[in-house]
């Protein structure tokens, strides 16, 4: 199978958005997260995070992303299991691909929390995501109008489906991702202009996932 290197090559020759190449890496990161815990294949589970919306840029059309995908990484010898929960995070393959296996539990969970987690993390006076408390991402997810982007039921919906209380399992990205805070561009850069911030926040929501 490929590696982790060959998929981080197919990620950034496929998506040249900064925010969403953030995204992906936030993912990945949390999947490896959730691999560790479950005793489950890190690698294979990291792929799976890096490379789930690989397509997005160039098929933004629910219709066709993740589905022209999955060709991409057929024809280039990917796992099977990558290429069923990366269709399966998809709503609109429901019927075909039911997320039915741990690891497509798992990508649905980590997809639309993360944009959440970055979103609040970017508001904060140090833009940083280190010491970000669960509470915090919890009230900004009940503050309307902030992150629009990002499906509130579906982080619900992914945490039950993972069968992991909420809190948890927002603290088990946060923590994920402030492993990689350096590369998401979320270590703390000081004091920031609150519009600028704002505004950066607005783009980091997950493609939807349903028309």
């Known amino acids: 199978m490929p590696t982790r290197d060959d998929a981080y090559r197919l990620m950034t020759e496929h998506v040249k958005n900064l925010n969403l190449q953030r995204h992906m890496l936030a993912v990945e990161a949390a999947m ?8 489950q294949d890190e690698e294979l589970w990291g792929i799976t995070g890096l490379l789930h919306d690989c397509d997005y840029e160039e098929y933004p059309d629910l219709r066709q992303h993740t589905r022209v995908l999955a ?7 990917y ?3 990558i290429i069923y929960a990366i269709l399966a995070h998809n709503d609109l ?8 296996d741990l690891l497509s539990k798992a990508l649905y969970a980590c997809d639309e929390i993360t944009g959440l987690i970055t979103a609040t993390a970017l508001v904060r006076p140090n833009k940083s995501i280190l010491g970000l408390e669960v509470s915090s991402v919890k009230k900004k997810m009940k503050t309307k109008g902030f992150a629009a982007g990002v499906n509130r039921d579906d982080i619900i919906r992914g945490a ?3 069968g992991v209380e909420l809190d ?12 990689i805070a350096e590369e998401l561009g979320l ?7 609150g519009s600028t911030a704002s505004a950066q926040a607005s783009q ?4 939807a996932r349903s028309e």
Do not use: C, Q
């Open 32 to 39: 490896r997260f959730y691999a560790r815990k479950y005793g």
């Open 71 to 77: 060709g991409w990484l057929r024809e280039a010898g």
């Open 79 to 81: 796992d099977e299991r």
């Open 93 to 100: 393959n429901a019927e075909t691909n039911p997320r039915t």
């Open 160 to 162: 039950a489906e993972l």
């Open 168 to 179: 948890e399992h927002i603290g088990n990205v946060i923590a994920a991702m402030s492993s």
């Open 187 to 193: 270590a703390g850069t000081g004091p920031s202009n």
């Open 204 to 207: 980091v929501s997950p493609p």
